[in-house]
């Protein structure tokens, strides 16, 4: 992966096995002199069923870079690809479908329906297109999650590791071809953490996802496969199989 060079690739992903990729993006809030560069011409690829943690100091474009990639925020140069499509272009409606039917999203704030069931909550992406579950997928997910004993409550009689279990089968149930996580561990006690990250992990080898996760937490990040350090909008550094250590080392060198 080339994090970020004077001689800029242009070209799409270099082969099929991209889930998602950047090409040269870049995103600046505001004009003139109150214009602010959060991302200055990232390039990456995501390997599908892989898993990345993508880190950075406060500020340094890493939920940008995942809201541009995700196609939740439209860069202000670059390319974004899902798949080998190229959703920088898309209209608003092609962006939408692409969304709602490539991409799986889990924020910290769980953005479950209080009026919903667990079960309705984890199958609203489907209703909403027209879908129906596959029945084998729902009940992997379900089952790994541990949470097919409460798919009749809703979100109130739920915990908060329970309900970002239920955030999570939302998520995959679709089966995107990436789900993006921004912080997915934030609001939630370090066993409850741990729990979610392994199925984040397992969700890759056994139902072949591809996962970016967004997380200001090593211990979080030593679950990927790899780690992507951001820093004033580039990336910097890249960690192989991280561990705590490593990561904790990398960030504290991005700050000396």
Same mark, same amino acid.
């Given at each position: 992966? !080339? ?19 950047? @090409?040269?993006?870049?995103? !600046?809030?505001?004009? #003139? ?6 991302? @200055?011409?990232?390039?990456?690829? +995501?390997? @599908? ?11 340094? #474009? ?20 899902? #798949? ?14 692409? %969304? ?6 889990? +924020? ?19 209703? =909403?297109?027209?879908? %129906? ?17 409460? =798919? ?17 089968? @939302? ?35 056994? $139902? #072949? ?20 350090? $951001? ?26």
């Amino acid at each position: 992966m !080339t994090a970020h060079s004077s001689a800029v690739d242009r070209s799409g992903p270099r082969d099929t096995t991209s889930a998602a990729a950047a @090409r040269d993006l870049t995103k !600046t809030y505001g004009t #003139g002199d109150t214009a602010v560069p959060a991302l @200055r011409g990232v390039t990456a690829d +995501f390997g @599908r069923a892989t898993f990345t943690a993508v880190m950075g100091p406060s500020g340094s #474009g890493k939920s940008t870079f995942m809201h541009c990639l995700a196609g939740l925020d439209r860069p202000t140069g670059g390319h974004a690809y899902i #798949g080998g499509q190229d959703i920088s272009v898309l209209g608003d409606r092609e962006l939408t479908r692409v %969304r709602r039917d490539r991409v799986g999203f889990v +924020f910290q704030s769980f953005n479950l329906l209080p009026t919903l069931t667990a079960e309705q909550n984890i199958l609203l992406p489907l209703d =909403l297109a027209g879908r %129906r579950a596959d029945p084998a997928r729902l009940a992997a997910v379900v089952g790994s999650l541990a949470i097919g004993d409460r =798919l009749g409550h809703r979100p109130a009689e739920l915990s908060g590791g329970q309900q970002q279990r239920v955030a999570i089968a @939302r998520a995959l149930v679709t089966e995107p071809e990436v789900v993006f996580a921004d912080e997915p561990t934030g609001a939630l006690d370090s066993h409850t953490a741990a729990t979610l990250l392994s199925f984040l992990r397992r969700s890759c080898r056994e $139902l #072949g996802q591809t996962i970016v996760m967004v997380t200001h937490d090593p211990i979080a990040a030593s679950y990927a496969d790899r780690a992507l350090l $951001l820093s004033d909008g580039l990336i910097v550094d890249e960690l192989r199989e991280p561990t705590a250590d490593a990561v904790l080392g990398a960030m504290r060198r991005l700050a000396a």
